[in-house]
C-alpha cells in the first residue's frame, strides 16, 4: 500500500499548480481549470485520508465536491460569457470597473 | 353603610377624572354634542365627588377605626432590601375634611364658569373643562394618597394642570408666559422634593403616611431609639431626617407659594378668574400645606425644620402683605393675599399649631375662593378691565356681589365673627404660647402680627376703591350685569365665609367654658398615630402663658383684632370717599419698591441669565469641545483610514487572488511560529 505522505505530497503539488495559474494567468478559462485543479487537489486529500482512516466519510465528501464543482463551473462559463460579451474579450485584467 | 362609602373613595376622583375624559373627546370628535362645552358633565361630577366626600367623612366619623387604608402594588420589589410602591387609599379626618373642601370648591367654580366662560362667549370651552376636571381629579388624588410617591405623582400632575388652566388664553402674549412661569418655579421646588422621596425610600424603605410601617412611625422609634435606620452623608438620625424634611419641604415651598418661589403666583393671575379660585382656594397651592399637615408625624419630630417652617411662613405673610398695599389690580391684591395667607399656615404648621393651620386651611378655601369669584362677577361687570382705580361705586349697581365680597374680605382681614378671624387668631396664639421659649418663633409670630395690620389695610382698600365712592369710568357708572350662576356660588360661600370659623371657637370657649372646639375634636378622631393629641406629645415646644391662659387667650385676640380693626380703619378713612386719592403715593420710592415687588424678579431673572446661563454655556463647550470632541475625532480617523485602504480594491482580479494567497501564507507562518512548528 502506497503511504498517505506520497498522495499528501501529489495533492500539495496540483494544488500549488493551480494557486500559480490563477497567480500568472491571464485567461478566464484557464482561471476555470485552475480552480478545478485546486479543488481535486483537496478531494485527493479526502480520499486519501479516507483510506488512511478506513472510514468512507471523507470519499462521500469528496463525491459532494464534485458536484460542488460541476456547479461551480456552469456558473464560470456563464460569467465568462457575459466577461465576452461586454469587453468582446476574456482576459480578466480589463475587466476593472468593478472596483472603489 | 361606612365600608361602602370607603369601597366608593376611589370614586371621589374617578369622576373629574370621567369628566375630564368627556370634554376632551367629546370636544375633539362631537363638540355639538357637548352640552354647555363640558360644564353640564363637570358639574354632575363634581357633585358627585361633593357627595361621595361628605359620605366619607361621615363614615370617618362613625367608624372606630376611622380610617380606610387599601394598596395597589404597581411594582414589586425583588432581591434583599426591597421595597415595593403603592398606590392607596387614605381616609382619615384630615383627609376627607380636604375632600370635602376641595370638591365643594370644585363645584362652586364650575357653576361659576357658567357665567364666566360660557355667558361671555369664550372660544375653546371642551379644553378649559377638560383642564378644570383633570385638576379637581389630580388634587383629589393627592389628598387621599395614601404615600409620599403617590401623593408626588398627584401633585406633578396638579402642576401640569397649572400650566395647562393658566396658559388657557394661549394666544395672547402674557398667559403662556405665567403658565410656563408657573410650571418651572414650581418645577424646580418639586426637584428638592423628588429626591427627598427617593431619600425617604432609601432610610426607611417605605413611604406610607400611616401605620405602623409608615416613615413618621418609624422615625419617631428610630429617634427613641427604639429602632435604626439607614443614614446617609455621616449624619445622625436626628439631622439626616432634618435634611429629608427640608428636601420634601422644597415642594411645598414652591407650590404653595412661600418666599422665594413666591414670584410665580402673581403672574398666575394671567388664567380665567375662576382658575384662579380653583388655583388659590382648593388645589395647587393648598397641596403644598395640606402636604406637611399630611405628613405631620413626621415634621413634629424635627425642631429645626419647624423653627425654619414658622420662620419661612411668618415671613412670606408679612412680605407678600406689603406688597399687596400698592397693587392696583384686583387679583393682584388678592394673589399677595394668598401668598400671605398661605403664610400664616405655614407659620402656624411651624409653631407647632396643627389643627389651627388645618382650620386657617379650611377657612381660607372658602373666604379666597370667594374673593376670587366675586373678583370674577366685578371682571364681567367691567367689560374685564381689572383696574381698582377704573372701578368704584359698584356697590349700588350689584348688590350680591357686594355682600358677598365684604363677607370674604372681613374674614380676610381677621375682624370678629367672620371664618378667618378665629382661624387667624388661633394660628397667631400658637406661635405666641410657643414662642415665649423660642426667640425665633417669637420673631415669627411678630411678623404675623405685623401682616395683620397690612392684611386689613390692603383688603379695605380694595373693598373701597371697587365698590365705594363716586364710579370713575363709563363701564363702572353702567356695568354689565351678571346671572345667576355667578350669584349662586357666590352666595354660598358668602354664608360658608362668615359661619365656617364657628367650628372652633377657641377663645369664646376659654371664656365660657363652653365646648365650642369641634375642629379638635374632628381632628382627633382618627387612628391614633394621625391625631392632633398624638402630634401634640411629639412636638419639642414647651408652651408659656402671659398671666393665665384665659390673659394670654384674650390678649392674643385682642392684639390681633385691634391691628386688624386699624388697618382696616385706616384704609376706610382713606379710600371710601367720593373721589380717593393714590394715597400709597407719599410712600415715595417704598412705593416703587414695593410695586416692584421688591425686585424679586428680576433678581431671579439675574440668577437665570447671569449665573446659569453663562455656567450652561460653559458646560455646553465642554461637552460640544472634549466629550464630542474625541467622538468625532474617533469618526474621522475611521474615515480617513477607509478612504486609504479602500484603495487596495483595484478592480483585477489577480490582484485578490494574489492579496488571499499572500494572507494564507502569513496566517500559516504565524500560526507556525506560535504553534513551534519550526
Same mark, same amino acid.
Given at each position: 500500500?502506497?503511504?498517505?505522505?506520497?498522495?499528501?505530497?501529489?495533492?500539495?503539488?496540483?494544488?500549488?499548480?493551480?494557486?500559480?495559474?490563477?497567480?500568472?494567468?491571464?485567461?478566464?478559462?484557464?482561471? %476555470?481549470?485552475?480552480?478545478?485543479?485546486?479543488?481535486?487537489?483537496?478531494?485527493?486529500?479526502?480520499?486519501?485520508?479516507?483510506?488512511?482512516?478506513?472510514?468512507?466519510?471523507?470519499?462521500?465528501?469528496?463525491?459532494?465536491?464534485?458536484?460542488?464543482?460541476?456547479?461551480?463551473?456552469?456558473?464560470?462559463?456563464?460569467?465568462?460569457?457575459?466577461?465576452?460579451?461586454?469587453?468582446?474579450?476574456?482576459?480578466?485584467?480589463?475587466?476593472?470597473?468593478?472596483?472603489? | 353603610?361606612?365600608?361602602?362609602?370607603?369601597?366608593?373613595?376611589?370614586?371621589?376622583?374617578?369622576?373629574?377624572?370621567?369628566?375630564?375624559?368627556?370634554?376632551?373627546?367629546?370636544?375633539?370628535?362631537?363638540?355639538? %354634542?357637548?352640552?354647555?362645552?363640558?360644564?353640564?358633565?363637570?358639574?354632575?361630577?363634581?357633585?358627585?365627588?361633593?357627595?361621595?366626600?361628605?359620605?366619607?367623612?361621615?363614615?370617618?366619623?362613625?367608624?372606630?377605626?376611622?380610617?380606610?387604608?387599601?394598596?395597589?402594588?404597581?411594582?414589586?420589589?425583588?432581591?434583599?432590601?426591597?421595597?415595593?410602591?403603592?398606590?392607596?387609599?387614605?381616609?382619615?379626618?384630615?383627609?376627607?375634611?380636604?375632600?370635602?373642601?376641595?370638591?365643594?370648591?370644585?363645584?362652586?367654580?364650575?357653576?361659576?364658569?357658567?357665567?364666566?366662560?360660557?355667558?361671555?362667549?369664550?372660544?375653546?370651552?371642551?379644553?378649559?373643562?377638560?383642564?378644570?376636571?383633570?385638576?379637581?381629579?389630580?388634587?383629589?388624588?393627592?389628598?387621599?394618597?395614601?404615600?409620599?410617591?403617590?401623593?408626588?405623582?398627584?401633585?406633578?400632575?396638579?402642576?401640569?394642570?397649572?400650566?395647562?388652566?393658566?396658559?388657557?388664553?394661549?394666544?395672547?402674549?402674557?398667559?403662556?408666559?405665567?403658565?410656563?412661569?408657573?410650571?418651572?418655579?414650581?418645577?424646580?421646588?418639586?426637584?428638592?422634593?423628588?429626591?427627598?422621596?427617593?431619600?425617604?425610600?432609601?432610610?426607611?424603605?417605605?413611604?406610607?403616611?400611616?401605620?405602623?410601617?409608615?416613615?413618621?412611625?418609624?422615625?419617631?422609634?428610630?429617634?427613641?431609639?427604639?429602632?435604626?435606620?439607614?443614614?446617609?452623608?455621616?449624619?445622625?438620625?436626628?439631622?439626616?431626617?432634618?435634611?429629608?424634611?427640608?428636601?420634601?419641604?422644597?415642594?411645598?415651598?414652591? /407650590?404653595?407659594?412661600?418666599?422665594?418661589?413666591?414670584?410665580?403666583?402673581?403672574?398666575?393671575?394671567?388664567?380665567?378668574?375662576?382658575?384662579?379660585? #380653583?388655583?388659590?382656594?382648593?388645589?395647587?397651592?393648598?397641596?403644598?400645606?395640606?402636604?406637611?399637615?399630611?405628613?405631620?408625624?413626621?415634621?413634629?419630630?424635627?425642631?429645626?425644620?419647624?423653627?425654619?417652617?414658622?420662620?419661612?411662613?411668618?415671613?412670606?405673610?408679612?412680605?407678600?402683605?406689603?406688597?399687596?398695599?400698592?397693587? /392696583?389690580?384686583?387679583?393682584?391684591?388678592?394673589?399677595?393675599?394668598?401668598?400671605?395667607?398661605?403664610?400664616?399656615?405655614?407659620?402656624?404648621?411651624?409653631?407647632? &399649631?396643627?389643627?389651627?393651620?388645618?382650620?386657617?386651611?379650611?377657612?381660607?378655601?372658602?373666604?379666597?375662593? #370667594?374673593?376670587?369669584?366675586?373678583?370674577?362677577?366685578?371682571?364681567?361687570?367691567?367689560?374685564?378691565?381689572?383696574?381698582?382705580?377704573?372701578?368704584?361705586?359698584?356697590?349700588?349697581?350689584?348688590?350680591?356681589?357686594?355682600?358677598?365680597?365684604?363677607? &370674604?374680605?372681613?374674614?380676610?382681614?381677621?375682624?370678629?365673627?367672620?371664618?378667618?378671624?378665629?382661624? /387667624?387668631?388661633?394660628?397667631?396664639?400658637?406661635?405666641?404660647?410657643?414662642?415665649?421659649?423660642?426667640? #425665633?418663633?417669637?420673631?415669627?409670630?411678630?411678623?404675623?402680627?405685623?401682616?395683620?395690620?397690612?392684611?386689613?389695610?390692603?383688603?379695605?382698600?380694595?373693598?373701597?376703591?371697587?365698590?365705594?365712592?363716586?364710579?370713575?369710568?363709563?363701564?363702572?357708572?353702567?356695568?354689565?350685569?351678571?346671572?345667576?350662576?355667578?350669584?349662586?356660588?357666590?352666595?354660598?360661600?358668602?354664608?360658608?365665609?362668615?359661619?365656617?370659623?364657628?367650628?372652633?371657637?377657641?377663645?369664646?370657649?376659654?371664656?365660657?367654658?363652653?365646648?365650642?372646639?369641634?375642629?379638635?375634636?374632628?381632628?382627633?378622631?382618627?387612628?391614633?398615630?394621625?391625631?392632633?393629641?398624638?402630634?401634640?406629645?411629639?412636638?419639642?415646644?414647651?408652651?408659656?402663658?402671659?398671666?393665665?391662659?384665659?390673659?394670654?387667650?384674650?390678649?392674643?385676640?385682642?392684639?390681633?383684632?385691634?391691628?386688624?380693626?386699624?388697618?382696616?380703619?385706616?384704609?376706610?378713612?382713606?379710600?371710601?370717599?367720593?373721589?380717593?386719592?393714590?394715597?400709597?403715593?407719599?410712600?415715595?420710592?417704598?412705593?416703587?419698591?414695593?410695586?416692584?415687588?421688591?425686585?424679586?424678579?428680576?433678581?431671579?431673572?439675574?440668577?437665570?441669565?447671569?449665573?446659569?446661563?453663562?455656567?450652561?454655556?460653559?458646560?455646553?463647550?465642554?461637552?460640544?469641545?472634549?466629550?464630542?470632541?474625541?467622538?468625532?475625532?474617533?469618526?474621522?480617523?475611521?474615515?480617513?483610514?477607509?478612504?486609504?485602504?479602500?484603495?487596495?480594491?483595484?478592480?483585477?482580479?489577480?490582484?485578490?487572488?494574489?492579496?488571499?494567497?499572500?494572507?494564507?501564507?502569513?496566517?500559516?507562518?504565524?500560526?507556525?511560529?506560535?504553534?513551534?512548528?519550526?
Amino acid at each position: 500500500m502506497v503511504p498517505v505522505q506520497y498522495y499528501l505530497l501529489v495533492s500539495a503539488a496540483v494544488f500549488c499548480i493551480g494557486v500559480f495559474g490563477i497567480l500568472t494567468r491571464r485567461n478566464a478559462l484557464v482561471f %476555470l481549470m485552475s480552480v478545478e485543479l485546486m479543488l481535486n487537489a483537496a478531494n485527493i486529500n479526502l480520499v486519501a485520508f479516507s483510506r488512511f482512516h478506513g472510514n468512507l466519510t471523507g470519499q462521500m465528501f469528496s463525491l459532494f465536491t464534485l458536484a460542488v464543482a460541476a456547479a461551480e463551473v456552469a456558473i464560470g462559463i456563464g460569467i465568462i460569457l457575459v466577461l465576452y460579451r461586454n469587453f468582446a474579450d476574456v482576459d480578466v485584467t480589463n475587466a476593472t470597473t468593478m472596483r472603489w | 353603610m361606612a365600608a361602602l362609602s370607603f369601597e366608593l373613595a376611589p370614586v371621589i376622583a374617578a369622576l373629574p377624572f370621567v369628566s375630564f375624559l368627556i370634554a376632551l373627546l367629546a370636544g375633539a370628535f362631537a363638540p355639538r %354634542l357637548l352640552p354647555k362645552g363640558g360644564a353640564i358633565p363637570g358639574i354632575a361630577a363634581t357633585a358627585g365627588s361633593l357627595l361621595l366626600s361628605a359620605w366619607a367623612a361621615l363614615a370617618v366619623w362613625n367608624s372606630s377605626e376611622g380610617v380606610y387604608h387599601e394598596s395597589i402594588t404597581w411594582v414589586a420589589g425583588v432581591g434583599d432590601a426591597a421595597f415595593d410602591l403603592h398606590f392607596g387609599i387614605l381616609l382619615d379626618p384630615l383627609s376627607t375634611m380636604m375632600l370635602v373642601i376641595v370638591s365643594l370648591v370644585a363645584v362652586l367654580v364650575h357653576v361659576f364658569s357658567l357665567g364666566y366662560m360660557n355667558d361671555e362667549g369664550e372660544t375653546g370651552l371642551p379644553r378649559y373643562y377638560a383642564g378644570l376636571g383633570l385638576f379637581t381629579a389630580s388634587m383629589l388624588s393627592f389628598v387621599f394618597a395614601s404615600n409620599l410617591l403617590m401623593a408626588f405623582m398627584f401633585f406633578e400632575l396638579v402642576g401640569l394642570c397649572s400650566w395647562l388652566l393658566i396658559g388657557f388664553h394661549f394666544r395672547e402674549p402674557g398667559p403662556p408666559s405665567a403658565a410656563k412661569k408657573a410650571f418651572l418655579v414650581t418645577r424646580f421646588g418639586d426637584y428638592f422634593f423628588l429626591v427627598g422621596v427617593v431619600g425617604v425610600f432609601a432610610t426607611f424603605g417605605t413611604t406610607a403616611f400611616a401605620g405602623s410601617e409608615s416613615f413618621p412611625h418609624l422615625a419617631e422609634q428610630v429617634l427613641a431609639g427604639e429602632a435604626s435606620a439607614t443614614t446617609f452623608l455621616g449624619l445622625d438620625p436626628q439631622a439626616w431626617f432634618a435634611v429629608l424634611g427640608l428636601l420634601v419641604l422644597g415642594g411645598v415651598v414652591g /407650590k404653595s407659594a412661600q418666599y422665594p418661589l413666591h414670584t410665580w403666583l402673581p403672574d398666575a393671575m394671567e388664567g380665567p378668574t375662576p382658575v384662579s379660585a #380653583l388655583i388659590h382656594a382648593a388645589t395647587m397651592v393648598a397641596a403644598g400645606v395640606y402636604l406637611v399637615a399630611r405628613m405631620y408625624g413626621f415634621y413634629a419630630l424635627l425642631p429645626q425644620v419647624l423653627a425654619f417652617i414658622a420662620f419661612v411662613g411668618g415671613f412670606t405673610a408679612l412680605f407678600a402683605a406689603s406688597m399687596g398695599v400698592v397693587k /392696583k389690580e384686583l387679583k393682584q391684591v388678592l394673589a399677595y393675599s394668598t401668598i400671605s395667607q398661605y403664610g400664616y399656615m405655614m407659620l402656624g404648621l411651624g409653631a407647632g &399649631g396643627y389643627v389651627a393651620a388645618t382650620f386657617h386651611l379650611m377657612t381660607h378655601a372658602f373666604f379666597k375662593a #370667594l374673593l376670587f369669584l366675586g373678583a370674577g362677577s366685578v371682571i364681567i361687570a367691567m367689560h374685564h378691565n381689572e383696574n381698582m382705580w377704573d372701578m368704584g361705586g359698584l356697590k349700588e349697581k350689584m348688590p350680591v356681589t357686594y355682600y358677598a365680597f365684604l363677607s &370674604g374680605s372681613l374674614a380676610l382681614a381677621g375682624i370678629v365673627p367672620f371664618s378667618g378671624f378665629w382661624s /387667624k387668631d388661633e394660628v397667631l396664639y400658637e406661635a405666641l404660647v410657643h414662642g415665649l421659649d423660642s426667640p #425665633l418663633l417669637l420673631g415669627a409670630y411678630a411678623m404675623g402680627l405685623l401682616a395683620v395690620f397690612f392684611t386689613g389695610f390692603y383688603t379695605f382698600r380694595m373693598v373701597a376703591l371697587t365698590f365705594h365712592g363716586d364710579p370713575r369710568t363709563d363701564t363702572a357708572r353702567d356695568p354689565h350685569g351678571v346671572g345667576w350662576n355667578v350669584k349662586l356660588p357666590l352666595v354660598v360661600l358668602g354664608t360658608l365665609a362668615a359661619v365656617a370659623g364657628l367650628v372652633n371657637m377657641v377663645p369664646v370657649a376659654e371664656l365660657t367654658g363652653a365646648h365650642l372646639e369641634f375642629l379638635h375634636d374632628w381632628l382627633d378622631a382618627g387612628p391614633e398615630a394621625l391625631t392632633a393629641h398624638h402630634y401634640g406629645d411629639l412636638l419639642p415646644y414647651s408652651s408659656g402663658t402671659i398671666g393665665t391662659e384665659l390673659t394670654t387667650v384674650l390678649l392674643s385676640a385682642g392684639v390681633s383684632l385691634g391691628l386688624a380693626l386699624a388697618g382696616a380703619g385706616l384704609a376706610w378713612k382713606l379710600y371710601a370717599v367720593a373721589d380717593p386719592d393714590e394715597h400709597t403715593d407719599k410712600l415715595g420710592s417704598a412705593k416703587t419698591v414695593l410695586f416692584n415687588n421688591y425686585y424679586q424678579d428680576e433678581y431671579q431673572v439675574w440668577i437665570a441669565t447671569g449665573l446659569t446661563l453663562p455656567l450652561a454655556r460653559a458646560a455646553d463647550k465642554f461637552d460640544q469641545g472634549v466629550i464630542d470632541g474625541v467622538v468625532n475625532g474617533v469618526s474621522s480617523v475611521s474615515l480617513l483610514s477607509g478612504s486609504r485602504v479602500k484603495r487596495i480594491q483595484s478592480g483585477v482580479v489577480t490582484n485578490y487572488a494574489f492579496l488571499l494567497t499572500a494572507s494564507l501564507v502569513v496566517l500559516l507562518v504565524a500560526i507556525g511560529l506560535i504553534g513551534g512548528w519550526f
